[in-house]
């Protein structure tokens, strides 16, 4: 399959790299190239930026305020940022819960809270995961029990990404028990500056502070903050992991991985090597097709459909190939356990530029096939939904 693109197209995509040269903040982009951590108000300087050109809302409607574009902008769109090494767009407000609003919401909570997603005025966070339920999400046990007009919830939230940043959650809760799991659940926004809500951290196996436990001991959300209709939060729930896991695979980011990777491996007499790198290469070639057959879906149906769980296994096998490639490459310094955040201790010998960078990426990385729902239950899907076994 050729990709080939209109002479629209071709102008949006001159467009594009015209921002990313003259308007990306340059102290954020030089921090990229060096792959060093952004701090909150560095990501938000970069959201706003986006902002200001009118970009925030790429994959909504303009009815929403949103871009409206095409399936091949968003693509192109998604492709040069992920080519330039740009931080990746925060999905929780603008791929997440933004869709779920202006799809299942009713005027008041959109016209409440979609303008703060486009404007990057509130941070976002996902209350789905907990302990002993994550990929059989409809286990969760937090509740919501219904006093006059509130909710008073009680449970727990964990993995929750970002989490000590967010202002908002946008939480899976039991309203009800009731005999089929995926019944009885709702779908509700609650303040993270709410009194009974805690946040403690969770420190990966990479030294870094990303995901967090969150707590609810009798926090009072106001009934005005539960979307759509009680008791049908499963539906929304899957139409938004739709949606998740299909931007889980960011084709332009692991093109440049993977171009990165390549000069690593053309530094070094190691035929096999090569070898492994072309194959990783077709793959991430046959994903990009996939892809972009997917936004064409996506322009005809409105969202995303349970295809989009052959995207998320492929995009993070392939994610998880590159970084296993990286650490082929850096031989036997890839035995140097990276301290906090991915540095090498200054007493032991480097080794080359990408060891430390490396050994950080594949440690964290070891996550992408597990969260968003993990593989095996993408596979269940697959079969159920589109095979129908």
């Known amino acids: 399959m050729e990709i080939s ?14 921002w990313i040269e003259n308007e990306y903040p340059k ?53 040069e940022f992920g080519l330039a090494g740009c931080p990746n767009i925060l999905p929780f407000g603008v791929a997440m819960v933004g869709p779920v609003i202006y799809t299942f919401g009713n005027e008041e909570q959109k016209k409440r809270f979609l ?43 964990t993995w929750t990404t970002l989490a000590q940043h967010a202002d908002w959650i946008f939480n899976l809760v039991r309203t009800e028990t009731t005999e089929k799991r995926q019944e009885g659940i709702s779908f509700i926004l609650i303040d993270m500056n709410t009194p ?14 990303e995901v967090n436990s969150v707590f609810f001991t009798d926090v009072k959300v106001p009934v005005e903050n539960l979307i759509g209709e009680e008791g049908k939060g499963w539906t929304y729930a899957k139409f938004l992991l739709a949606n998740e896991r299909f931007g889980i695979a960011v084709v332009g980011a692991e093109i440049r991985q993977l171009n990165k990777l390549k000069q690593t491996v053309s530094e070094l007499d190691n035929p096999a090597l090569s070898r492994k790198v072309k194959e990783v290469e077709i793959d991430l070639s046959a994903l990009e097709m996939l892809g972009l057959r997917m936004l064409s879906d996506i322009e005809t149906k409105g969202h995303p459909g349970p295809e989009s769980s052959i995207l998320k296994i492929r995009g993070t096998e392939i994610q998880q190939r590159l970084t296993e490639l990286f650490i ?24 080359p530029d990408h060891v430390a960078k ?32």
């Open 27 to 79: 102290h954020i982009k030089e921090k990229q190239e060096k792959g060093e951590s952004l701090t909150k108000e560095e990501v938000t300087e970069f959201h706003k930026a986006l902002t200001a050109k009118g970009w925030m809302g790429y994959n909504w409607p303009t009815e929403y305020g949103g871009t409206g574009w095409t399936s091949s902008q968003i693509y192109i769109f998604q492709k």
């Open 115 to 157: 303008p703060d997603i486009l404007n990057f005025d509130t941070w976002w966070c996902q209350g789905y995961s907990e302990a002993g339920s994550g990929s059989d999400l409809a286990s969760l046990k937090t509740k919501a029990v219904r006093e006059g007009d509130y909710y008073i919830v009680n449970g727990s939230k």
């Open 328 to 351: 082929e490459a850096s031989g036997e310094y890839a035995l140097i356990y990276p301290g906090p955040h991915g540095h090498l201790d200054s007493s032991k010998p480097s080794g």
């Open 196 to 209: 009974g809500v805690e946040v403690e951290p969770i420190i990966t196996i990479d030294g870094a502070h």
């Open 5 to 18: 693109f209109t002479e629209k197209d071709l102008e949006f995509r001159d467009e594009i790299r015209s």
């Open 358 to 389: 490396s050994l950080s990426k594949y440690l964290n990385y070891r996550k992408t096939s597990i969260y968003g729902g993990s593989n095996e239950i993408q596979k269940n899907i697959i079969s159920k939904m589109i095979l129908g076994l």
